[in-house]
């Protein structure tokens, strides 16, 4: 069984086609589309490209805390785990939707 349990009304069911989702800069409501569309974003944030890490990821730090943002290469492998991880490390800034 693929797809994804939603719990709703004390019910459980299995949702075969999961919602795809996507990153919103609140501030704009624009929606990340790209990563140069992110690192923009994210360098008007503080967020600094970090080059020494794995050749494999695309990553960003900020010289004021210890986070760091990891993001697949790929954009296409970009997902939700890797949106959220975004949002947490901006608080209210970033919003992850359902589309």
Not at 7 to 13: A, H, L, M
Not at 38 to 53: A, P, Q, S, T, V
Request: with cysteine.
């Amino acid at each position: 069984m693929t797809g994804v349990w939603v719990f709703n009304n004390g019910v459980y069911r299995l949702e075969s086609s999961p919602r795809r989702k996507a990153l919103v800069y609140l501030p704009s409501g624009e929606l990340v589309s790209s990563y140069s569309s992110l690192e923009h974003i994210l360098r008007g944030l503080g967020w600094e490209r970090y080059y020494e890490g794995d050749p494999d990821l695309y990553q960003f730090h900020k010289h004021t805390s210890i986070d760091l943002i990891s993001l697949p290469r790929d954009f296409s492998k970009f997902c939700s785990v890797h949106m959220y991880d975004i949002v947490v490390k901006n608080p209210n800034v970033f919003h992850v939707r359902d589309m």
